[in-house]
């Protein structure tokens, strides 16, 4: 055993004092690259993989699952918001059954199942209407949460007080629901329909024209009445029209801009004065055919010419019987002896003109006035004068140029200066603090510098193993040379005894005792015998 463990010690020591610094180095190197990774990659895998177990939770809830969870003694850990609280992943299952058996998470508020647990005769009215009133706020906002897009609600329901009599008329109900919605989420106009519709049949005597829904953000969500009545109808159709205007132009402002300063650095919000008036006319009009001679056709001309001279002339003036209107020329001269000239000139004309029958039927909206509105983040958030004075004028420029084609021009409104295109326009530069981020859920990955380096360590050992081979490989060559250049030395034994005739019939004697003691007996009694 001791020289197993000695050739083994000796091999080990020779091998290492044949070693270089450099290969000493990256052996010893390589050791305790490859160790510290065995520990790192034992560390991870006996780590413990934390997940949610609840997700979106009040700071109530989640204080009561962490008392119960922390009585239990299980690990858990609770999100920065505290909104979720995470468990060992091998867990969730059984504590999302265990809690439930418990009534846990409780919301704090009271739904329908109050009245059978806590159901006495020691409840007076008022103390159960509230008690009512509260679980039917409660039902309420636990049906909306399952409604999509939605987080959470808070419903306040204000009922009406009973009458005395059985003839008082029943008041009406009212509702004011707050919903916190998924950041991004667009709701339709059928899901606000179905929600208003769903509120409504739920509480007694709720009119739609009662309830009023508004999100986290103070946006409120308004009710489509598909049965208003005909002015309804047509004031809801020019607002859709009046949106979709104002709606078009400030996508059209934002992509423009956006692509210029950035898309989450503009906001545009357009507003407009359209003019709804739509007017039905007819025009009858008369015009010349000849306008540069304000001539028509001549389609009948009738000329007559009468002239006189003599002594008896009639008295001067017009001719009796004829209206002066009715001749187109005429003179009459008087002489003053007695004598005189009359002429009569009688022109009739017929001509044709162009008549015109227009139908004129107005456009159904104009746009009178737009106001285009412009919000700015700067380069640098934190210095509103990292925005150059170009780029605020190229912006000034491109919404002139959109006021000045989109205002209706016609013969009746003056043409738009500088000064009123100016007044038209808001830039405003400035810091976006309310920028919203969607919160995306926690999944559990491993982190890229795992990967980094458990790659260089791979790396490393392959590299290693490369040289050590190789090396090996040298010294395999470099032992053959040597054992081929060596020649055989006999070197005789200094201890060896020399081979003679006593010393062989000696070991044949030994021999012969080992094996056959009865016959080296017999051969040492017939010796004494012979002496």
């Known amino acids: 055993m001791n020289e197993a463990l000695t050739s083994i010690k000796t091999k080990v020591t020779g091998f290492w004092g044949a070693r270089s610094k450099k290969q000493k180095f990256l052996l010893i190197g390589s050791f305790l690259f490859l160790l510290l990774f065995i520990i790192f990659l034992s560390i991870w895998t006996s780590k413990t993989t934390m997940v949610p177990l609840y997700r979106d939770l009040s700071a109530t809830e989640t204080g009561s699952i962490k008392e119960n969870l922390d009585s239990k003694g299980i690990k858990n850990e609770i999100s920065e918001d505290g909104t979720s609280i995470k468990v060992p992943e091998e867990q969730v299952d059984t504590l999302k059954v265990e809690l439930a058996a418990e009534g846990l998470p409780q919301s704090g508020n009271i739904d329908y199942s109050f009245f059978g647990q806590n159901a006495g005769i020691g409840m007076t009215e008022n103390e159960f209407n509230v008690v009512k009133l509260d679980a039917m706020q409660s039902e309420l906002a636990g049906l909306i949460k399952n409604i999509e897009g939605v987080q959470d609600a808070n419903v306040m329901i204000t009922l009406p007080s009973e009458g005395v009599f059985v003839s008082d008329a029943a008041g009406e109900a009212s509702a004011s629901i707050v919903?916190?919605?998924?950041?991004?989420?667009?709701?339709?106009?059928?899901?606000?329909?179905?929600?208003?519709?769903?509120?409504?049949?739920?509480?007694?005597?709720?009119?739609?024209?009662?309830?009023?829904?508004?999100?986290?953000?103070?946006?409120?969500?308004?009710?489509?009445?598909?049965?208003?009545?005909?002015?309804?109808?047509a004031f809801a159709s020019q607002q859709e029209i009046k949106k979709e205007i104002e709606r078009d132009i400030q996508r059209q402002v934002q992509t423009m801009l956006g692509t210029l300063m950035g898309r989450d650095k503009v906001v545009v919000s357009v507003s407009t004065d359209i003019d709804f008036t739509q007017e039905n006319r007819e025009e009858n009009l008369v015009t010349p055919v000849d306008e540069e001679n304000m001539e028509g056709i001549t389609i009948s001309a009738k000329r007559i010419n009468e002239t006189y001279s003599g002594d008896q002339a009639a008295a001067g003036g017009v001719p009796e019987g004829e209206d002066a209107s009715d001749s187109l020329g005429s003179t009459y001269v008087e002489g003053s002896d007695g004598s005189g000239?009359?002429?009569?000139?009688?022109?009739?004309v017929n001509s044709e003109v162009?008549?015109?029958?227009?139908?004129?039927?107005?456009?159904?909206?104009?746009?009178?006035?737009?106001?285009?509105?412009?919000?700015?983040?700067?380069?640098?958030?934190?210095?509103?004068?990292?925005?150059?004075?170009?780029?605020?004028?190229?912006?000034?420029?491109?919404?002139?140029?959109?006021?000045?084609t989109t205002i209706n021009k016609d013969g009746e409104t003056e043409a738009l200066t500088d000064e009123d295109i100016e007044q038209k326009i808001a830039i405003s530069v400035q810091p976006f603090n309310g920028k919203m981020t969607?919160?995306?859920?926690?999944?559990?990955?491993?982190?890229?510098?795992?990967?980094?380096?458990?790659?260089?360590?791979?790396?490393?050992?392959?590299?290693?193993?490369?040289?050590?081979?190789?090396?090996?490989?040298?010294?395999?060559?470099?032992?053959?040379?040597i054992v081929e250049e060596e020649v055989p030395i006999t070197v005789p034994d200094l201890y060896k005894e020399q081979e003679t005739e006593a010393s062989i019939k000696r070991k044949q004697l030994e021999k012969l005792a080992k094996e056959k003691p009865d016959e080296f007996a017999k051969l040492l009694r017939s010796w004494i015998a012979e002496d």
Request: negative net charge; proline residues 6%.
């Open 179 to 233: 919903l916190t919605t998924k950041p991004g989420y667009q709701f339709q106009e059928n899901q606000i329909n179905s929600l208003y519709h769903l509120v409504s049949k739920s509480i007694p005597n709720l009119p739609t024209d009662n309830i009023v829904i508004m999100n986290q953000d103070f946006e409120y969500f308004d009710y489509g009445n598909t049965k208003s009545s005909a002015a309804g109808t």
């Open 341 to 348: 000239d009359y002429e009569k000139v009688e022109e009739t």
């Open 354 to 404: 162009n008549r015109i029958k227009k139908e004129i039927v107005e456009s159904p909206y104009k746009i009178k006035d737009l106001g285009i509105q412009v919000m700015v983040e700067p380069p640098n958030a934190k210095d509103p004068n990292s925005l150059s004075d170009e780029s605020r004028e190229d912006i000034s420029k491109v919404l002139s140029t959109i006021i000045r």
């Open 438 to 481: 969607a919160t995306q859920s926690e999944v559990p990955v491993i982190p890229i510098w795992v990967y980094i380096v458990g790659g260089t360590l791979l790396l490393i050992i392959i590299i290693l193993a490369i040289l050590f081979f190789r090396s090996r490989r040298k010294e395999e060559e470099y032992e053959e040379v």
